[in-house]
């Protein structure tokens, strides 16, 4: 059986109240959600507590989930969690975020690693509708739509935060002097 | 020059949209033609895909745990217990140890700093235990209904003479230039003396409820 058929399958067993089905979903959706909220949060423990909250919050509003994109309607509950997250804590400047909680392997490349922490030091520069835009679209590969529909905000809005956030960021990666041909992707990014 | 301005602010309004193909076909050349023409908007657009790409190279990370919600036993009804008294046990047990730590420490203790005991209390002068013990030598008879005589605790003239019982309302002594006034009750009848008659040593008052005057009588 397809994915997205074991998918279907899974919510509308969930919705019936079957938590095996439930949590087959949230096994599918875990890594995305957690590596969302650790972007948008810069926090590893309240990007822990603020997926696991997404979870319940999903699990408990199974119900009223009417159809379409799953993956946007679990995304947007996770990025709602972290706004409300971010709402409650103080007001701090941007900090760095814990690199070894982001780092995949040991055996990465030094400077290729250091790149990644600066992309992600850069991402903490940008607001809330801004790193949620470049997030959804370039980290987790959602369309414009999905994106829309997640941030619950019109499309040309996701356009403009999208635009403008990849901005600062080229502007932070090159006051960082961090734009060195070697790292230049070979492919075309389109 | 106005044309080319207005050519670089709108291009780099819309690179973003021209990295993601998302422009109409006619605005896609557009850009393009630009890009081939301005080499300051040409720069901007190698950063800025450049960075795109650096982010979109940016591996995620796996969850440290999972998220699974764990489903919650199903506990009979009849072996719920109610969650007040669940609450409650802790605190009626507490009070109940608070209560007889009370009875058999703090009352005790009590009596020991200075709070007299029903036998301390007995003795109303100080100093009376290394005197001889007093006779109760009744001063006056009088004549007690059977009732209030018959209840155990219920101070007596007799006791109230000696002093052995401290009476709970001490009635009033009478003392010099206090004026008496006539008993509001009427007296018991009595023979009128003559000369050479013997004072009776009955003498008969008010008891059980000895009033003001019926004392100064007495006195």
Known sequence: MPDHDQELVDIALAKQGDIFSFNRLVGGYQTRAYNLSLRLLRDRDEALDACQES????????????????????????????????????????MDMDISSLATSVEEEALRHELEQEILKGLSCLNFGERSAVTLFDMEGLSYQEAAEVMSCPLGTVKSRLSSGRRKLRDFLLKSELLPSQFRPKSDVV | MWFRKKGCSWVERVLSEYLNH??????????????TQCQRCREDYEHLKLTVGLVRSVPSVPAPRSFAIQPIPQVPQADRKPLRTLLLRP?????????????????????????????????????????????????????????????????????LAVGEIAPPHPTPLLSEGMEVSPPTHPLPSRPALGPGDKVP???????????????????
């Not at chain 2, 998302?22 to 890009?35: A, I, K, Q, W, Y």
């Open chain 1, 55 to 94: 979870f319940l919050k999903a699990w408990k509003k199974l119900k009223d989930f009417k159809g379409g994109s799953f993956k946007a309607w679990m995304l947007k509950i996770v990025v709602n969690s972290c706004r409300d997250q971010q709402r409650k804590k103080k007001p701090t400047i941007p």
């Open chain 2, 22 to 35: 998302n422009l109409s076909p006619e605005d896609m050349e557009r850009v393009g033609h630009h890009l």
């Open chain 2, 91 to 159: 605190v009626a047990l507490s009070a109940v140890a608070v209560l007889a730590l009370s009875l058999f420490y703090v009352i005790p203790e009590n009596s020991k700093e200075g709070h007299p005991t029903s036998d301390e209390m007995m003795v109303v002068n100080p100093g009376a235990e290394d005197m001889a013990p007093l006779e109760a030598t009744p001063l006056f008879e009088v004549e007690l209904s059977s009732s209030r005589a018959e209840k155990p605790g219920t101070p007596t003239l007799e006791s």
């Open chain 2, 201 to 219: 040593e009955r003498v008969d008052v008010c008891a059980p409820h000895l009033c003001l005057p019926c004392i100064g009588r007495i006195a």
